[in-house]
RNA sequence: GCCCCCAUCGUCUAGUGGACUAGGACGCAGCCCUUUCAAGGCUACGACCGGGGUUCGAAUCCCCGUGGGGGCACCA
């Protein structure tokens, strides 16, 4: 790869998904992203789970998105499954380090010990809506406690959460990369829980703590963190650390524009055989490279040449040229790129790529048949599934074509009858099938016959692929082989004289 | 309702005060190539949200509208 720019500081940075769902194009175009800017400058990838929502916790996504990250080349450099230096990588295995850290903002006096009720909470809640108050949040009642009797509370397992005592004055400057300072009132900003009464950190805590402890440099989100943006610069300012770079990525929005891109859309996708989860796109036929280009020119502004190998992007990709406007996903743009991408790959690359769908349908594949036949498929195909319509008649015994599609266009059936038998008649004189003999003598039939070569070639095409729409059939016949299409013509004879 | 973000062709975007007759890509339309379907080549159509400023000069800077998006949990 050989890609590292030394100019710049190697940079760690993570994607930090939840096991509770399923790998989606706004977590594959972060992992996208993150893995450039660390192999740009020569540091590491990382994943790590959150996994602190026990009760959305979803049993083998966390295998879903390994397998998917894999899948795209982008691997991570430390993980649950890769170990490194920094974990463990997982949240729910790092209960004491949040803990510790919840103790230290508490005895800062940047935190305290709540002991509101949920009941009591969302009565709060019902009361202030009830009011049609601006702002629903925290009336700060345990703030008012005294720190001690809190801690002596808290020594005594009396059930509490701690929360962020968030100023309530002034203003928070945070700063994104991409959209520079954003100001926002302190008095908007909530007393947020950080530590949830069963042990647990809530993102606001776990993601700040583990960036520093894991030493991330940038920092690439969805911009749907924006909102609480400043009261993460607050808590990463009251420990006292160095703030990560960063980047506020455009959210993705639904086709139509009118909306974020959500789970009720993908079905309305997937009836077109289109999906926003990785694992589907590949099931569907698409190829990684494909994927990637497609996502990583949303979001990041490329002004030519934009079709990229993953070795381009590494050329040029800077968190600049980001942009931090909401993109509509395009899913006609997927199938140009993963069509652009399959007309990239080496013969054999390829072959091995679609065998499997041969396989998967029940055909007997012989590799050096598939070698023949990849070339002439390759710029037809837009997923690797479609190799199926295009092909599969190469490797059955015998086809079944439609009688209707034997009769060419403007002829009627006896005709095309006739027809069909003196290209038997020609075929079967000569002592070869392949392009160069069988080409010459069929031509000149074509033009000695006033038939035009649509004519003469489709009644053909259908009778030896039994389809409308094949390959090229001269190229095609030659890999039949001689004695397949003699028989798959005379066959051909026999429907249309039965019609 | 409140807070935050965003704003160039239908969509993704280039553009960082004059080189803009606003460039590219997808899609769409037409033509060429052609045994089908593709691929490829060429051409066409197509945008600076509105109003005020600043400036000799604004797509580019500022303000106000408007529109779109996101967020208001012991979810992330």
Redesign the pocket.
């Known amino acids: 790869m050989g890609v590292e720019d030394f100019r710049l500081k190697p940079a760690r940075t993570r994607i930090?998904?939840?096991p509770?769902g399923r790998f989606h194009l706004g977590n594959a175009r972060n992992a996208l992203f993150d893995y450039l800017l660390a192999r740009k400058t020569g540091g590491q990838f990382i994943l790590r789970f959150?996994d602190?929502?026990r009760?959305?916790y979803v049993p083998g996504s966390e295998e879903e998105i390994a397998r998917v990250l894999d899948w795209m080349g982008i691997t991570p450099d430390e993980s649950p499954f890769h170990g490194g230096q920094y974990g463990p990588y997982r949240q729910t295995e790092r209960r004491d380090i949040y803990h510790q850290h919840a103790q230290i903002l508490v005895d800062k006096g940047h935190a305290y010990p709540?002991f509101?009720?949920?009941e009591r909470?969302e009565k709060m809640?019902k009361e202030q809506e009830a009011q049609?108050l601006?702002?629903?949040?925290?009336d700060g009642l345990c703030r008012k406690i005294d720190p001690d009797d809190a801690a002596r509370r808290v020594a005594n397992g009396e059930?509490?959460?701690i929360r962020f005592k968030m100023p309530k004055e002034g203003t928070t400057t945070a700063h994104?990369h991409?959209?520079?300072d954003?100001?926002?009132?302190n008095k908007?900003m909530?007393d947020?829980?950080l530590l949830?009464?069963?042990g647990?950190?809530?993102?606001?805590l776990?993601?700040m703590v583990d960036d520093h402890e894991m030493k991330i440099t940038h920092v690439l989100r969805?911009?749907?963190?924006?909102?609480?943006?400043p009261l993460h610069v607050q808590i990463v300012r009251a420990f006292g650390w160095d703030e990560p770079v960063w980047v506020?990525l455009?959210?993705f929005?639904k086709?139509s524009?009118?909306?974020?891109m959500?789970k009720r859309d993908s079905a309305a996708a997937m009836k077109d055989g289109y999906s926003i989860f990785l694992d589907d796109l590949r099931s569907l036929g698409y190829i990684p490279e494909g994927v990637l280009n497609w996502i990583a020119?949303?979001?990041?502004?490329?002004?030519?040449?934009?079709l990229m190998t993953l070795d381009q992007m590494l050329e040029r990709f800077s968190i600049?040229?980001l942009?931090?406007?909401?993109?509509?996903?395009?899913f006609?743009?997927l199938?140009?790129f993963n069509?652009?991408h399959i007309?990239l790959l080496a013969i054999e690359d390829l072959a091995g790529r679609i065998k499997p769908y041969f396989t998967g349908a029940g055909l007997e594949v012989q590799n050096d048949a598939l070698l023949k036949i990849t070339p002439l498929i390759r710029?037809?195909?837009?997923t690797l599934d479609d190799c199926l319509a295009?092909a599969s008649f190469f490797f059955k015994d015998e086809v079944k074509p439609n009688p209707e599609d034997l009769i060419a266009q403007g002829l009627d059936v006896r005709q095309s009858a006739e027809i069909a038998k003196k290209v038997y008649e020609i075929l079967s004189s000569l002592p070869d099938i392949s392009h160069q003999i069988v080409?010459p003598p069929l031509r000149s039939y074509v033009e000695s016959s006033g038939l035009s070569?649509?004519q003469v070639?489709?009644i053909l095409?259908v009778a030896v692929t039994g389809q409308?729409?094949?390959?090229?059939?001269?190229?095609s016949m030659e890999i039949i082989g001689r004695e397949k299409v003699l028989q798959r013509l005379k066959m051909a004879i026999e429907l249309l004289e039965k019609i």
């Open positions: 930090a998904p939840s509770t959150e602190t929502d009760n959305r709540c509101c009720s949920p909470l809640r049609k601006d702002r629903v949040q925290y059930s509490h959460v994104d991409l959209r520079g954003i100001l926002t009132e908007y909530d947020y829980v949830r009464s069963n647990l950190p809530t993102y606001h776990g993601a969805s911009a749907e963190w924006l909102p609480t943006f506020h455009s959210v929005l086709p524009g009118k909306g974020k959500s020119l949303m979001g990041w502004g490329v002004a030519e040449d934009e600049d040229t942009t931090p406007s909401p993109a509509a996903i395009n006609q743009k199938d140009h069509g652009a007309r710029e037809r195909l837009v295009f080409e070569a649509n070639f489709g095409r409308k729409v094949s390959p090229p059939l001269f190229e």
